[in-house]
């Protein structure tokens, strides 16, 4: 592959724009599920939570959050417009009801109060992270005292294979991660690390490591 078609993939990961987004958006979904379910079910979402998923994608996973619990609200946030659209419309129903809520934002500030969630999380975001110190220090901010956060990621050692990634990613090994958590004020309190075999652009299977990182205020 040219290095503009990888240029180009890295991008549309990263910012998913017109139609080519949507396809990207569609095999994100499908790809990265077992990854989503994995951070939402480290949450231990429990009746009556208002929760956070920053960068979301097409969102096709909104309904097993649903599935946790009742009396749930669910707010989104994204830097996409495209993924903001198709959230609110794979989701309609949980926005018409307004169980979701979705918004943009611009990855710096996020706009909501002090203490405003019970659990926050986000899957495949970090590599893209403008200012990772002050986006965590914001997450801590809306956090409630006795929340918890999900940061889901692919390790370094799977990412760097990906011709893509050297393109638009910053890579985190767990490591690297946990050294970022340490200049925070959050505690982690958990971390698992699993293997998982997914379809790779060539559609053979291969072996992907990701990490989640439960923290606690
Ligand atoms: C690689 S996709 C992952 C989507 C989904 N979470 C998944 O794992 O399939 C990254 C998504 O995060 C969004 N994004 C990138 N930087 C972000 C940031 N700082 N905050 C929130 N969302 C961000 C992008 O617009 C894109 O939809």
């Known amino acids: 592959m040219k290095q503009e078609e990888l240029q180009a993939i890295a991008a549309q990961l990263k910012h998913p724009t017109g139609e080519k987004g949507i396809e990207m958006a569609n095999m994100m979904h499908e790809t990265n599920i ?3 379910r994995h951070s939402i079910q480290n949450l231990h979402i ?3 939570n208002t929760i956070l998923e920053l960068g979301h994608g097409n969102a096709g996973h909104v ?12 707010y989104g946030l994204e830097m996409s417009e495209l993924m903001y659209q198709e959230a609110r419309r794979i989701n309609r129903n949980y926005v018409s ?4 809520f979705f918004s943009l934002y611009d990855g710096n500030v996020i706009p909501f109060q002090d203490n405003f969630f019970d659990k926050i999380f986000t899957v495949n ?7 990772p110190e002050k986006l965590l220090s914001e997450i801590y901010r809306i956090l409630q005292p006795k929340g918890v956060f999900c940061l889901t990621f692919a390790e370094e050692s799977f990412m760097k294979q990906l011709p893509f990634t050297q393109f638009e990613f910053e890579l985190y ?5 946990e050294k970022l958590i340490e200049k925070t004020a959050f505690k982690i309190i958990n ?5 998982e075999k997914v379809k790779s652009k060539m559609g053979d299977l291969v072996d992907r490591v990701f990490t989640t990182l439960v923290l606690e205020k």
């Open 34 to 36: 077992n990854m989503t």
């Open 46 to 48: 429990e009746s009556g």
């Open 63 to 74: 309904e097993f959050i649903f599935e946790q619990a009742e009396n749930l609200k669910y």
């Open 97 to 100: 009801q307004k169980q979701a």
């Open 125 to 131: 975001t970090l590599y893209f992270w403008q200012d």
């Open 173 to 177: 090994s767990t490591e690297k991660a």
């Open 191 to 195: 971390k698992e690390t699993l293997t």
